[in-house]
């Protein structure tokens, strides 16, 4: 499958940038590690500078991220910059702090969407966040909402919310949210020191069921987004990514494929989720803005090589005999990674649980073969009885 990116052709069409590490939160599932800027953060003029190397290189949308981007104090003269230029640009903010003189700079920017950052019910958000940031984040939202500016939630799923997903939804739907993204949270950052937050990988087995049934229901608004790090096949594959394109399903993770990560000091990776210095990691990134231009960094021939030059030999684990392996190629990196300290290996697949916990119930026409049963169990006596095993049924969905 990476064949397809590169006839699809090797661009920067999504970026995500940290604008800043300053934040006035100290969240504990933040993979950044945000709090304090970075000392050696890009000067406004640089930011214009990026801006218009990633319109030249034909960006389509930018997402302004921090930290807390809003404490950029010109975030909205550099999303006028961008979009001034036809680039889309929306932000994720934590709404802390969000204002009308927000909404006001927002609409100056000419913002796509205003994203908030919810995670759950006033306790679960509050437990993970900050006192009282569950209410003035829903303010904000009514605020955008009001003001007829397009909203968005994004939503990381944890152990205080993973049961409650159904509810969360019905109550952005009463807040006429727009949309809302949601995402498995990770032991990376701030999160690995608070692991008991992280939910097991076998609750995939029904919170992508979950997640398949809600974006296909009655409820128009709002429309469901998946992100990249939850899924992968089984009957409910097109369910979870069907917006519309001839391409329904994953095609794996396009990291430095037509995504790019900006850090607020220059560097650049292939997501921007993917560990750097401030996890004491310097193996993604790829080189820094102060010292090459972004279409150098991007045209290099070794550029981006956990993705670009894809070898199958390099799977571990399930995911060395899976059936998907040449087009999912490992699923989310960042997932895989923060898990397993493997770009190649990564427990949170929905096939792959469903295929260890014999749910064939779950897996349509997707039989396992025999590596994968083998990879289960060796002894072919014991495989594969269809199960009914389902974690967190019992006291969630199902």
């Not at 939630?153 to 009463?174: G, S």
């Not at 008991?196 to 229901?217: F, M, S």
């Given at each position: ?5 590169q006839?699809?052709?090797?661009y920067?069409r999504f970026c ?16 950044s ?11 406004f003029?640089e ?8 319109a030249?290189?034909c960006?389509e949308?930018?997402?302004l ?8 104090p010109q975030w ?5 910059r ?5 680039v889309?640009v929306?932000?994720i903010?934590n709404?802390?702090?969000w204002?009308g003189?927000?909404l006001?700079?927002a ?6 969407n205003?994203?908030?950052s ?12 900050r006192k009282?940031?569950f209410?003035?984040?829903?303010a904000?939202?009514?605020a ?6 397009p909203t968005s939630?994004v ?5 205080l ?5 159904r509810e969360l939804r ?5 807040h006429?949210v727009?949309?809302w993204?949601l995402?498995?949270?990770?032991p990376?950052g701030a999160?690995?020191d ?6 097991e ?10 997640i398949?049934?809600l ?9 469901i987004?998946?992100?990249d790090?939850?899924?992968?096949f089984?009957?409910?594959?097109k369910?979870?990514?069907d ?19 900006i850090e607020s000091?220059g560097?650049?990776?292939g997501?921007l989720?993917l560990p ?7 193996e993604f990134?790829e080189?820094?803005?102060?010292q090459?231009?972004?279409?150098g960094?991007w ?11 894809f ?8 995911c060395a005999v ?25 427990p ?7 295929v ?9 026409e ?7 049963l ?6 072919p006596?014991r495989?594969?009885?269809?199960g ?10 199902g």
């Amino acid at each position: 499958m990476i064949d397809l990116l590169q006839r699809l052709g090797y661009y920067p069409r999504f970026c995500v940038w940290e604008l800043t590490l300053l934040c006035d939160m100290r969240c504990r599932h933040c993979g950044s590690h945000a709090g304090d800027r970075r000392e050696d953060e890009l000067s406004f003029e640089e930011c214009l500078s990026v801006a218009d190397q990633l319109a030249a290189m034909c960006c389509e949308k930018v997402t302004l991220g921090g930290g807390e981007p809003t404490l950029h104090p010109q975030w909205h003269e550099l999303g006028k910059r961008l979009t001034d230029q036809k680039v889309r640009v929306n932000i994720i903010s934590n709404g802390w702090c969000w204002s009308g003189a927000e909404l006001e700079k927002a609409r100056y920017a000419g913002l796509s969407n205003v994203a908030f950052s919810l995670d759950g019910s006033e306790e679960a958000h509050d437990a993970v966040r900050r006192k009282g940031s569950f209410r003035r984040v829903v303010a904000a939202i009514d605020a955008c909402v009001a003001g007829g500016m397009p909203t968005s939630v994004v939503t990381h799923i944890n152990r205080l919310n993973y049961e409650k997903l159904r509810e969360l939804r019905d109550l952005l739907a009463e807040h006429r949210v727009a949309s809302w993204q949601l995402q498995l949270g990770n032991p990376a950052g701030a999160m690995a020191d608070n692991a008991e937050l992280v939910i097991e990988p076998d609750a995939l087995l029904w919170i992508v069921p979950l997640i398949a049934e809600l974006r296909t229901d009655a409820v128009e608004r709002p429309i469901i987004f998946p992100s990249d790090n939850i899924g992968y096949f089984g009957k409910h594959e097109k369910e979870l990514r069907d917006r519309g394109a001839r391409i329904n399903f994953w095609i794996g993770c396009r990291a430095g494929c037509q995504v790019v990560g900006i850090e607020s000091n220059g560097n650049i990776k292939g997501c921007l989720s993917l560990p750097s210095a401030r996890h004491g990691k310097d193996e993604f990134v790829e080189g820094n803005l102060r010292q090459e231009k972004l279409a150098g960094l991007w045209q290099k021939p070794d550029a981006f090589a956990y993705n670009r030059r894809f070898d199958e030999n390099r799977l571990g684990g399930f995911c060395a005999v899976c059936r998907y392996r040449d087009i999912c190629r490992g699923g989310c990196s960042w997932t895989a990674y923060s898990h397993t300290q493997s770009r190649f290996d990564n427990p949170y697949c929905f096939y792959r649980q469903a295929v260890v916990h014999r749910r064939l119930d779950l897996l349509g026409e997707d039989e396992p073969n025999e590596r994968e049963l083998a990879y289960v169990d060796p002894d072919p006596t014991r495989r594969m009885a269809p199960g009914h095993f389902c974690p967190g049924a019992s006291s969630a969905h199902g």
